[in-house]
């Protein structure tokens, strides 16, 4: 089966500054990449998501890149604010429908003011 | 996105007794997810749950401790079975959209059992 792995573990940054986030996969089906966004007490919120066919995608702060040779993608947080502290998880699968998602093991993002 | 709403949102259980949680989605889906996130980890799938079908359990997950009910296409029960404090975790609902992939999960409810 899929395996994800996610670094780092948590990641401290300064306001204002950039956050990177890596994961690697390890089934070449693998054709679908979300990130999610947990905060305390709630469940995770897609923020962005990725499909093998595209090697990168923007969405004002967030961008994601897919490297599918090395079977790794990378999220992107830039110009990083308060709001942003969070729990991040990065997931991958086969995209059928049929398949639940593989998760990462998480990145705690600490902003400090 | 969907709208998923779990009840419990919170319970606090007797070891040995069982609790079932519901989700119930805004609109009609066809695949339904149950997971399991313990205490400062991640998420891990229990299992898939079809309507009119059995549902299909993840390695190191069976039917007898976590029976699933998926009786229309817009609501799905998990019962935890004979509760020990190792099934403390937040249990999470998920649904994909149509034939897109993007998934989206409720809440969750969070489990104490003591």
Same mark, same amino acid.
Not at chain 1, 28 to 51: H, M, T, V
Not at chain 2, 44 to 59: D, F, K, P, R, V
């Given at each position: 089966?899929?395996?994800?792995?996610?670094?780092?573990?948590?990641?401290?940054?300064?306001?204002?500054?950039?956050?990177?986030?890596?994961?690697?996969?390890?089934?070449?089906?693998?054709?679908?990449?979300?990130?999610?966004?947990?905060?305390?007490?709630?469940?995770?919120?897609?923020?962005?998501?990725?499909?093998?066919?595209?090697?990168?995608?923007?969405?004002?702060?967030?961008?994601?890149?897919?490297?599918?040779?090395?079977?790794?993608?990378?999220?992107?947080?830039?110009?990083?604010?308060?709001?942003?502290?969070?729990?991040?998880?990065?997931?991958?699968?086969?995209?059928?429908?049929?398949?639940?998602?593989?998760?990462?093991?998480?990145?705690?993002?600490?902003?400090?003011? | 996105?969907?709208?998923?709403? =779990?009840?419990?949102?919170?319970?606090?259980?007797?070891?040995?007794?069982?609790?079932?949680?519901?989700?119930?989605?805004?609109?009609?889906?066809?695949?339904?997810?149950?997971?399991?996130? =313990?205490?400062? !980890?991640?998420?891990?799938?229990?299992?898939?749950?079809? =309507?009119?079908?059995?549902?299909?359990?993840?390695?190191?997950?069976?039917?007898?401790?976590?029976?699933?009910?998926?009786?229309?296409?817009?609501?799905?029960?998990?019962?935890?079975?004979?509760?020990?404090?190792?099934?403390?975790?937040?249990?999470?609902?998920?649904?994909?959209?149509? !034939?897109?992939?993007?998934?989206?999960?409720?809440?969750?409810?969070?489990?104490?059992?003591?």
């Amino acid at each position: 089966g899929e395996n994800v792995e996610q670094h780092p573990s948590t990641l401290s940054v300064q306001e204002g500054d950039s956050a990177v986030i890596k994961c690697t996969y390890s089934d070449s089906a693998s054709n679908y990449f979300p990130w999610y966004k947990q905060e305390l007490g709630k469940g995770p919120q897609l923020i962005i998501d990725i499909r093998s066919n595209v090697g990168e995608k923007k969405d004002q702060r967030i961008a994601v890149t897919l490297n599918k040779t090395a079977k790794h993608f990378s999220l992107h947080i830039t110009e990083t604010q308060p709001e942003d502290s969070a729990v991040y998880f990065c997931a991958a699968t086969s995209g059928r429908g049929a398949d639940g998602l593989t998760f990462g093991k998480g990145t705690h993002l600490i902003i400090q003011p | 996105s969907a709208v998923i709403s =779990q009840k419990p949102s919170r319970d606090i259980c007797q070891r040995g007794t069982s609790l079932t949680i519901q989700c119930q989605v805004d609109s009609q889906v066809t695949m339904m997810f149950w997971y399991r996130q =313990q205490p400062g !980890q991640s998420l891990t799938l229990i299992a898939t749950a079809n =309507q009119g079908s059995e549902a299909t359990y993840e390695s190191g997950f069976v039917i007898d401790k976590f029976p699933i009910s998926r009786p229309n296409l817009t609501f799905s029960t998990l019962t935890v079975s004979n509760m020990s404090p190792e099934d403390s975790s937040i249990y999470l609902c998920s649904v994909h959209r149509g !034939q897109a992939t993007e998934a989206f999960f409720g809440q969750g409810t969070r489990l104490t059992v003591v």
